[in-house]
């Protein structure tokens, strides 16, 4: 997947919240921004022009604000990034969700699609493989819950691994 074009974190953030907003409400006005953003208008005024410089957004006083063609591909992207971290976050590292939402709001403008993409996957995989599930996402979450004082007994483990190998196997057999 080829990467989107480079812009500051703060940039991607107006993409991000203009993109957000027109889902909910269909138009963005450049109040609103600063209300999601929690910033002063004349730093999203500046931030509406720089970002209309670059032709990522359509942009005049006192009017409606619309994302180009380009500006959403690269909205998009960010969000794609920030719900992968944030999900990540909360499934494999069980982070509580709003610590989730505001640390993958840090980490999307330096992971690249690359990386998010592979976390997806691996999202997906311990979604669907029943060992990655039960073994070793589930023993890392009591492994946390003992704030790693209960070390892993390897012979315990190997012999849970064969018992869910034995369970999916018999699983698919009957169906």
């Known amino acids: 997947m080829?990467?989107?074009r480079r812009?500051?974190?703060s940039l991607e953030d107006y993409l991000e919240a203009i993109y957000d907003i027109i889902a909910e409400k269909q138009a963005v006005r450049?109040?609103?921004l600063a209300k999601?953003?929690?910033v002063r208008q004349a730093s999203v005024t500046g931030a509406l022009k720089t970002l209309a410089a670059h032709g990522l957004v359509n942009y005049a006083p006192y009017d409606v604000i619309t994302l180009t063609p380009e500006g959403e591909k690269i909205a998009r992207e960010v969000s794609r990034r920030h719900s992968i971290l944030r999900e990540f976050?909360?499934?494999v590292l069980f982070v509580e969700s709003s610590e989730?939402?505001?640390v993958a709001c840090l980490l999307e403008h330096g992971v690249t699609?690359?990386?998010a993409t592979k976390m997806a996957l691996f999202l997906e995989f311990i979604e669907e493989c029943p060992l990655a599930r039960k073994k070793f996402i589930e023993g890392f979450k009591r492994y946390l819950e003992s704030q790693g004082e209960r070390r892993p007994n390897c012979d315990e483990c190997l012999k849970l691994v064969k018992k869910i190998i034995l369970e999916h196997q018999k699983d698919k057999i009957a169906s």
């Open 2 to 4: 080829a990467e989107v």
């Open 36 to 38: 999601r953003l929690k």
């Open 30 to 32: 450049a109040k609103d």
């Open 7 to 9: 812009l500051s974190a």
């Open 113 to 115: 699609s690359e990386i």
């Open 89 to 91: 976050l909360k499934k």
């Open 100 to 102: 989730a939402d505001r």
